[in-house]
């Protein structure tokens, strides 16, 4: 019994692993020694123990309920979730073999990757027919053709990728062959559940209406975690701060001179402005919905943020959140009134209005967060705008929407990334990331 | 009753002690003190302010007979004000008394010995001759360095004092930690302690909790007020949703009005203190109002 217990615990912390929450080895023991306290037969009181020691917030609670409601379970639905697992695997390896047998060069499989077969195996059939009928069409009986197959593998790969960013991912089978992932039921309900907290993790211009509301509310709670924290004033503690020997001898004086009391220099430091600077572009304009609805949130709780959007032109908007409207009218008023919205970009002139007309809003206490994919006309323009902008505020935050690997080959992000702290930010994991690491500190 | 060691406790008998005091908690809540008990680990208690976070380090004192020791958290915050503190001017008027009889060696032995040491919550806790409660309130406003050096103490309940060497706790404290989540905790910290989120109640918990804190209140208007107050809170996006503290005035309030029933004119009367942010009532107005509110509850 005893053995048993210890074995399903330890399954049970490895699923909560698998969805991001961190139980350490003396977590799981102090677990065990809950669950001797308490009666192993009611079931509540076990989650409650289980809960108690392993949870930590309470965005890991939802996870917890979730994975102990799916993994303690009576024994026919267990065997219940290892046949769907089983068939779902069955039917992923049926794709994959179906996937080597299309995508061939003269009878030799092309050099892809598990996923990229995966993809275009659930790849509409019209669009398999025609890589299809390209691959036959090219697989001529010739021998100077043999180098041609990684030109072709390379085509292959650039048109799936095409498919990825217009289509979205796919149902995810990547669990095939991981040999962590050998137990069934852990499985079953890892590739269940982590369905439900991948939207954190998916590119925020592909999360779908479905997912909308859900996104408010994670947005809703990010923006007033960095609301109250940006409104605390901070003060050094006295261990930290030197002694202020002026006013100490200047109080003490009543005291014939002996320092008596002592007084400390404090340093307040200042709340910084937040300036938002968000591209409304036709490749970010999905990305600044997000972002907007972001600013809307800080914005109906902290008053010293001002907020702009850009594409070929810069336009001021914080009016707009200034009264208390629900999101969605706030919304339709913004992209109604906006001239700008879904055009193309040009950063140095939203830059250069921005130092022109809005020269007060730049102090050494101004804090600039660009929310942008850096890709804008005349880029020269744009850095020296950068550099200008630099000077007079405290520092430049770049929220950049392209993932982190693609920034090598664009230029304009290795120029703008010089004088600016700039963070990969394409989820809402990132944003929330980027959050508690720059500003919940 | 009196636990030295936390041995007999159970959770049946937790419950009812909870219940005696006037708290009113299901398994959710017992089972997590409960452990924390036994395990002798901090717990650490999170949720919306106003839900009774506090109020259980307070019950636990009252149960155990024991002294609450209370230390209330904010930014800038450290050992000085929570641990210990040399009593300087004291210190300094001794030098002035003795300065001219005494040696040099012993006035220093003397100057720091405990008579000059100012205890603050952490060192009177541990030092306590009995077992106490330990109430580190809103621990989510403190700093990060002060987070880290709390995380000390927690961990092996001693302090070390150079002058005076390392005090050992005699009793392990019982700690409530609370949190409103105005910022993360440190994984260290939070792996220490024994998690309990506290959400808002259930409709019958809050009659429950109405029908105990606030017994002249009749059942169809505690009824009401349940139902209104639970109403509010998941159906409009307030900034700060009424608390249970906030219930409890609604419902002193209404016995002062000797209401019968919630009616529109109770609501209009009272909104101030369910409400305490002026949008939050404007939202109220705008998307509910009194008449709305009680069209909506009367129909359940």
């Known amino acids: ?441 | 009753m009196k636990y030295d060691k936390l041995t007999s406790i159970t959770i049946e008998k937790l419950h009812q002690d909870f219940e005696k005091t006037g708290y009113i908690a299901e398994d959710d809540i017992i089972v997590p003190v409960y452990l924390a008990l036994r395990l002798e680990k901090p717990i650490l208690i999170t949720g919306a302010p106003g839900v009774g976070k506090t109020e259980i380090a307070k019950v636990l004192a009252s149960v155990f007979k024991t002294d609450l020791i209370r230390l209330q958290c904010y930014e800038g915050l450290d050992e000085n004000k929570a641990l210990y503190e040399w009593n300087y001017q004291r210190q300094l008027i001794k030098i002035q008394l003795i300065k001219e009889v005494t040696s040099e060696e012993m006035v220093e032995q003397d100057l720091f010995s405990r008579d000059y040491l100012l205890e603050r919550p952490l060192l009177r806790a541990i030092q306590a001759p009995k077992k106490t409660v330990l109430l580190i309130d809103e621990i989510d406003k403190t700093d990060e360095e002060f987070e880290a050096f709390l995380f000390e103490v927690l961990s092996d309940f001693q302090v070390s004092i150079p002058e005076l060497g390392t005090i050992k706790a005699n009793f392990i404290p019982m700690v409530v930690l609370t949190n409103n989540g105005e910022r993360e905790l440190s994984d260290g910290l939070k792996r220490r302690c024994v998690y309990l989120y506290i959400d808002f109640p259930s409709i019958e918990k809050e009659l429950k909790i109405i029908k105990v804190k606030v017994p002249e209140v009749n059942d169809r208007l505690a009824e009401d007020i349940a139902l209104a107050v639970h109403y509010m809170r998941h159906e409009l996006d307030f900034k700060k949703k009424p608390s249970i503290s906030e219930t409890l005035d609604l419902s002193n309030a209404l016995v002062l009005f000797n209401a019968e029933r919630l009616e529109p004119e109770h609501i209009k009367r009272t909104i101030n203190l369910l409400l305490k942010d002026k949008e939050d009532i404007d939202l109220f107005y705008k998307e509910l109002g009194p008449d709305g509110l009680i069209e909506k509850i009367r129909r359940r």
């Open chain 1, 1 to 441: 019994m005893q053995n048993y217990i210890e074995n399903s615990i330890a399954r049970f912390v490895h699923i909560l692993r698998h969805l991001g929450i961190q139980v350490s080895i003396l977590e799981t023991i102090t677990s065990l020694q809950a669950l001797a306290l308490v009666d192993i037969l009611n079931r509540h009181h076990v989650k409650m123990a289980l809960s108690a020691t392993m949870v930590k917030n309470r965005d890991q609670q939802e996870i917890f309920d979730q994975a102990f409601e799916s993994f303690f379970v009576a024994p026919e639905i267990k065997k219940e979730q290892e046949q769907v697992w089983e068939e779902k695997q069955a039917e992923g390896q049926r794709l994959l073999e179906e996937a080597e047998t299309d995508l061939a060069y003269k009878g030799e499989t092309l050099d892809l990757t598990e996923k990229e077969k995966l993809y275009y195996a659930q790849l509409p059939e019209e669009e398999k027919r025609k890589i299809r009928e390209y691959l036959s069409a090219s697989s001529v009986p010739d021998d100077r053709y043999d180098r041609f197959k990684p030109t072709l593998e390379y085509q292959v790969r650039g048109s799936l990728r095409y498919w990825k960013q217009r289509l979205g991912e796919a149902e995810d089978y990547h669990h095939l062959g991981d040999p962590e992932m050998d137990d069934p039921v852990i499985a079953s309900i890892v590739d269940e559940l982590s369905e439900d907290s991948s939207i954190l993790y998916e590119d925020m211009k592909r999360i779908g209406e479905r997912d909308l509301p859900k996104v408010t509310n994670m947005l809703k709670r990010l923006s007033r975690k960095l609301a109250t924290m940006i409104s605390r004033r901070y003060r050094m503690s006295k261990k930290a701060v030197k002694l202020d020997l002026r006013r100490s001898i200047k109080a003490n004086v009543r005291y014939g001179g002996a320092i008596f009391k002592l007084h400390y220099k404090q340093k307040r430091i200042q709340k910084p402005k937040v300036l938002l600077i968000c591209d409304v572009s036709g490749s970010m304009s999905r990305y600044a919905a997000f972002v907007i609805q972001f600013i809307y949130g800080l914005s109906a709780v902290m008053k010293n943020i001002e907020s702009f959007i850009f594409a070929e032109e810069l336009e001021h908007v914080s009016a707009f959140f200034d009264t208390r409207q629900p999101f969605e009218d706030t919304m339709v008023k913004l992209i109604g009134k906006s001239r700008i919205w879904g055009k193309g970009t040009n950063m140095g002139n939203a830059l250069y209005a921005l130092r022109e007309q809005y020269p007060l809003l730049l102090t050494s206490n101004t804090v600039v967060i660009i929310v942008s994919d850096t890709k804008t006309l005349e880029i020269d323009f744009a850095e020296d705008e950068l550099i200008k902008l630099k000077r007079s505020v405290k520092d430049i935050l770049w929220l950049n929407t392209l993932p982190q690997d693609e920034w090598k080959n664009v230029p304009s992000v290795q120029k703008f990334k010089r004088y600016s702290q700039m963070y990969e930010c394409y989820t809402l994991a990132h944003l929330e990331r980027i959050i508690r690491t720059q500003f919940l500190r």
